[in-house]
């Protein structure tokens, strides 16, 4: 049970930016003292508000100056809750943002700390949301706007290139449609639902047919891609008038040649997608990573 004394003194505090500029005061009904309200950006899409949150992390610890959660979030409003957004986050819109460790509470002496500088409930809850919209800001976002599109436009771009490319390159050489979608991972803890994750989290994955050459099963793919490869090598050693004597020696001998095929195939074939696959999945995770990171808003 929450302490309903405290819990008077703690939304008193805030009792004024309500009359003012935010609507929709609700207190938390759960096991935390807290609570939510809402305002309407200026200019903003119909039926999109933020939602602003402030809550007790510790109230049950023990000590009397406890943090606090702040978290502000952008999105439709249903008429029950926002529906957080999706996809691509425009460069105009306001920031989601949390904090956990900024601010803080001393129940008992009924003070509001940012950091360690004393700060009124109103001024809390309107700085916090001038942070949450300085995006939106013509000139004072400026820079946060360019930081912002470095992050999630440039970095992310960079990597889902980067992806793509080494999809195209493996399915050319071993015939494997192959793709892995990291988007549940990176909120793995905000979901918590672990089977749904992971079957999200399953790579799509296409298999090339096998076929039986020299003995050794391996893919049409492969061996296409394999003699291509040696080809453009050699037409490359021929035009540089380059040739290795090790080379020539292993090729003037028939079981040399078959035991370099055999191990080489198998080397391009097992080692290769492989490698290929491990850097598809990290650059794919790291451009939902770069999407999605959290940026500093002072």
């Excluded at 402030?54 to 952008?74: M, Q």
């Excluded at 949390?98 to 940012?114: F, G, I, P, T, W």
């Excluded at 793709?179 to 790579?203: C, Q, T, V």
């Excluded at 540089?240 to 020539?248: D, E, G, M, N, V």
């Amino acid at each position: 049970m929450i302490d309903k004394k405290i819990e008077t003194k703690f939304l008193a505090n805030f009792s004024k930016i309500v009359k003012k500029e935010f609507f929709n005061f609700t207190p938390f009904e759960v096991e935390r003292i807290g609570f939510s309200l809402q305002k309407k950006l200026k200019n903003g899409e119909d039926n999109y508000i933020s939602l602003v949150k402030v809550a007790i992390l510790d109230e049950k610890d023990g000590k009397n100056r406890s943090k606090l959660y702040v978290g502000a979030t952008y999105g439709e409003w249903t008429g029950s809750s926002v529906v957080l957004r999706t996809g691509d986050i425009k460069l105009k819109e306001p920031l989601d943002l949390e904090s956990r460790d900024e601010y803080s509470y001393d129940k008992n002496a009924d003070v509001l700390y940012c950091k360690n500088k004393v700060i009124s409930g109103e001024k809390l809850v309107k700085d916090f949301y001038e942070r949450h919209t300085k995006s939106t800001r013509t000139f004072k976002g400026i820079y946060l706007r360019r930081k912002i599109w470095f992050w999630r436009v440039v970095v992310k771009s960079f990597f889902e290139f980067n992806a793509k490319i080494l999809e195209i390159i493996l399915y050319l050489i071993s015939g494997t449609k192959y793709s892995y979608d990291p988007f549940m991972e990176a909120f793995e803890e905000e979901i918590n639902d672990y089977s749904a994750r992971d079957n999200e989290l399953e790579p799509t994955v296409k298999e090339a047919t096998k076929i039986d050459f020299l003995g050794y099963k391996t893919s049409r793919w492969s061996i296409v891609a394999y003699s291509a490869t040696h080809f453009m090598v050699y037409i490359i050693f021929y035009c540089l008038s380059y040739f290795p004597k090790i080379i020539a020696t292993t090729f003037r001998n028939n079981f040399l040649t078959l035991l370099y095929v055999v191990v080489s195939l198998a080397i391009f074939e097992m080692f290769l997608p492989s490698i290929f696959k491990l850097l598809i999945k990290r650059f794919s995770t790291n451009a939902v990573n770069s999407g999605y990171k959290n940026i500093s808003v002072k």
